[in-house]
Each structure stands twice: as C-alpha cells, then as structure tokens.
C-alpha cells in the first residue's frame, strides 16, 4: 500500500508539474519576455507605420524645394538626406535593447544608454519636434479640407467667386477627429489607421505625380534651371535665406526617428527587432524617396520656378478639379493618421509620468458597445487627450505658416534626434574608441549634419519672421 501511494503521489507531482509547464507555455505564447502582451508587428506593418510617419505633407512642398536648389542640387541634396536617415535609423534601431532590456521610447533609450543631461536636451528637442509636426499636419489638413470647399465653390459659381474663405472652421474640423481618435489607448492598436494612411500618401502621391507629368506633356517643355530661381524675382538675399530653408523641407520630409524606437516596439521577434527594422527602413525610405523624387522633380518641371509651397492646394494644378479634390481628401485622411503616430508618443509620456504620481488616477470604467468589445473609459485620457488636441489646434490657427512652419520643424529636429542622439548611442554602445579612425569619421558626420540644421534652420526662421510681418492672427484668409 505505502509502494502504491508513493506512486500516486509521484503521478500527482508528475501532473502538476505538466500543467505549470502548460501554463508556463500558454503564457508565453501570449506574453513578451518584459511581461506584457505578446508583440505582432512585422516588417510590414512596421513599413507602413514609417511610410504614414515619412510620406506626408512634407512631400507637397518638395516641387518648391527643388526650384529653390535647382536640377542639380535639389535631387543630390535629397538623395543624400535619405542616405544619411537610412544609416542614422539603422544605429538607432541597435538601441531598442541594451544589451537585453527593451526601450520603450527614444528618450528611454537615450536614458539607460548616454544617460546624465543628454536626456533632458534629447526630451526638449523630441517632444518639442513631435510637437512641431502634428501642428504641421493640422495646418496641411485644414488646408487641403479648405481647398475642396473652395473647388466646389469656384466650379458652382463658374469661375466668378474667388472664394476667398478662413482656414479656422477647417482646423476646428480636424480636430475634433482627432480628440476622437486620440482616445485609443496605445501606438499598437493603431495598425489598422497606419494602413490606411500609408495608402492614402500613395494615392496623393500618385495623384500628385501624374498631374505634373500632364503638365509637363500640356506645355511641352520642362522648366526650371540648373540652379534653382534666378535673381531678379527675388535678391541675392532672399535666395540665400530660400535655398536654406529648401533644405529645411527637405530634412523635414524624412523626419520620423523621434517614433522609430516606439514602431520598433510593436515588432515581435525572432528574428531580432533591430534585424527587422532595419529592413522595413530600407523598404520605407526607398519607397519614399523614389515619390519624394518623382513629385519634387515633376513639381518643378511643371511650374518651374513659380512651383507653389504646397503643391496640390496652390491652385496651379487646378483642373481637372475632381482629380485635386480626391488628391486632397486623400492628405487629410492620410494626416489624421500621421497626426495619432507623432502624438502618442507625447500621450505615453506625460501619462506615465502622471500615473507614476497618481496610481489612481488611471482607473477605468468599461463601457459597453453593442456589436463592440467593452471599451476601457479612462478619464485622465479623455480630459488629458482632449486639452492637448485644443491647444495644437489653437497654435496651428495662430501661426499657418504651412512651408515656414515645415522647415522650422525639419531643421531643429533633424540634427539632434536624426543625427546626433543614434550617433552617440552607437559609439557608447560598441564601446568606440576615441580617436580611432571610426570615431572620428562619425564625429565629422554628425559636425557636418550639424552645420546643415543651423542653416536650414536660419532661413526657415527667416521665412516665418517675414511672414509674421504681414499677418494678423486667427485671420488666415485664401
């Protein structure tokens, strides 16, 4: 009898140790070595994330860069811009793990491995450019929302009314989407809104494109100089401040590092995170640059150095009408999702500092949708989520600047969170030594990507200065 129950007892421990296995196994499968939910994202997904981060309203102010810079300088400096991103965002992709714990975010990831006063300057200048950029995209959105309006006006009335209209009630518009969208409670359940954005930049894009090609066969000749705009339509003064600020576009169509660390983040792994980023990087930026060449170079073809700042609403491409119109419905809707990829990163910082303070307050309350799962009512969110949307919205009427405000943005975040921040990361992080030839020649890098955000940022300054001259605040009248 005692042989027989020691052998029942053994089964029993046998059986128990199955089911911990069991549910060891179960957990894994459902959960991340960091304990929270099981990551998803793939390259493609992570693709369309940097595509609706990268291809957005920068991409309608390219045809004005380039005729600022001309045929020669306008490609090379793009192209070499996209280099330079490709090869920064491949160093910053090595900082999601040091060397196994993840980073969240790129000032976390600036936190465990630089450390000291490098995160405050990399906090600033992050929040500061993701700031930045969904003010942009509220004024690019309102604009091409106000430029459907006016077509529909102007085409009714038969060319008579000019239409001129405020870009306010549209900016209002926007957002209210946005105070509703941004109540989604984090960047992983955004997917579905990147992919639809991601394909909306290609429809502009596409749009964009083959109206300049049009132009271009209508007319017959191919404008624009080697050298951008001549003097005489503008000083040797004005030149120079334009071709600064020209680079400021530029740098700001390939800003999206500030959200690389947080796209990583969704991937699931194997293969490893940085291994799969990098790829969807070089798929993302590719893509981008071959649009961002075609539309910048057909921009300028086709209107040579009149090319408008905004490339669709500038009414230079006017007719087909209803062409422009679906070309500009496809900005907005491509801009309400890029604004909830730049956003909810500041979204998770301030909330985790809050909750960290207040363990309290991030209670929610469920509340039920019929045809729905429960949705997780959280009131911090809400009211929290809610002022941020009203105050972007506020500075964005206060200041619709659309090209001065792109190049501001794009200068000051380019050097610092594109070039300097994964510069530095790397060299810490593969242990450098100083004054080796590898050093050295990253230090030059970062020293001479340095020297290009200080002049873009000057002429796009510049830019916004004169503008303020001659505007009168909540009074944007087109």
């Known amino acids: ?219 017959g000749t191919i404008k624009g100089s080697l050298t951008g705009i001549s003097i005489g339509p503008v000083s040797e003064t004005q030149k120079i401040w334009r071709n600064s600020q020209a680079l400021g576009d530029i740098a700001f169509a390939y800003s999206y590092a500030v959200v690389l660390i947080e796209i990583q983040d969704t991937i699931k792994s194997p293969p490893s995170e940085a291994k799969t980023m990098k790829k969807a990087t070089m798929i993302s930026i590719a893509v981008a640059t071959t649009f961002y060449m075609l539309c910048g170079c057909m921009g300028y073809a086709a209107f040579g150095d009149a090319a408008p700042g905004n490339l669709l609403t500038g009414f230079g491409l006017y007719n087909p009408y209803w062409l422009i119109d679906i070309a500009n419905a496809a900005i907005v809707i491509h801009l309400v999702g890029a604004y909830q990829v730049y956003s909810q990163p500041i979204f998770a910082f301030v909330e985790k500092g809050v909750t960290q303070r207040w363990p309290n307050i991030q209670r929610e309350f469920k509340i039920q949708i019929p045809g729905f799962t429960p949705y997780n009512l959280n009131i911090f969110r809400l009211v929290w989520r809610t002022v941020f949307v009203v105050l972007t919205t506020a500075v964005s009427m206060l200041l619709p600047f659309f090209n001065d405000i792109v190049g501001v943005i794009g200068a000051l975040g380019f050097w610092p969170l594109t070039v300097y921040f994964p510069v530095e990361m790397y060299i810490s992080q593969k242990k450098i030594p100083k004054w080796s030839k590898r050093w050295i020649s990253l230090k030059i890098f970062s020293v001479i990507c340095f020297i290009v955000s200080v002049v873009a940022a000057a002429g796009s300054v510049a830019g916004v200065l004169l503008d303020l001259k001659k505007y009168k605040p909540f009074h944007s009248n087109y």
């Not at 994202?41 to 102010?61: D, P, Q, R």
């Not at 090595?94 to 714990?101: D, E, G, I, K, L």
């Not at 518009?173 to 997917?191: H, M, N, R, Y």
């Open 1 to 219: 009898m005692p042989e027989n129950a020691g052998t029942a007892n053994l089964q029993v421990f046998e059986m128990e140790d199955d089911m911990m296995n069991w549910h060891s196994q179960s957990a894994s499968k459902c959960y991340d070595d960091d304990g929270r939910l099981k990551r998803t994202g793939n390259v493609w997904s992570a693709s369309a994330h940097i595509i609706t981060a990268v291809i957005g309203s920068g991409v309608l102010s390219l045809g004005w860069a380039i005729a600022q810079l001309g045929w020669i300088a306008g490609p090379t400096v793009m192209f070499l811009f996209a280099m330079v991103t490709f090869y920064t965002s491949s160093l910053l992709a090595q900082s999601y793990r040091t060397p196994s714990n993840r980073n969240y975010t790129y000032i976390q990831a600036v936190r465990s491995i630089l450390g000291g006063g490098n995160v405050t300057v990399c906090g600033i200048f992050q929040y500061l450019n993701l700031l930045g950029i969904v003010i942009g995209y509220t004024i690019a959105a309102s604009i091409s929302i106000m430029a459907i309006r006016r077509s529909i006006c102007f085409h009714q009335s038969g060319g008579k009314n000019p239409c001129h209209m405020s870009s306010n009630l549209y900016m209002i518009v926007f957002g209210a989407t946005e105070i509703f969208l941004s109540q989604i409670p984090d960047f992983d359940q955004i997917w579905w809104l990147s992919t639809v954005a991601a394909i909306m930049s290609f429809t502009y894009s596409i749009i964009g494109l083959s109206l300049g090609i049009a132009k271009v066969a209508e007319t």
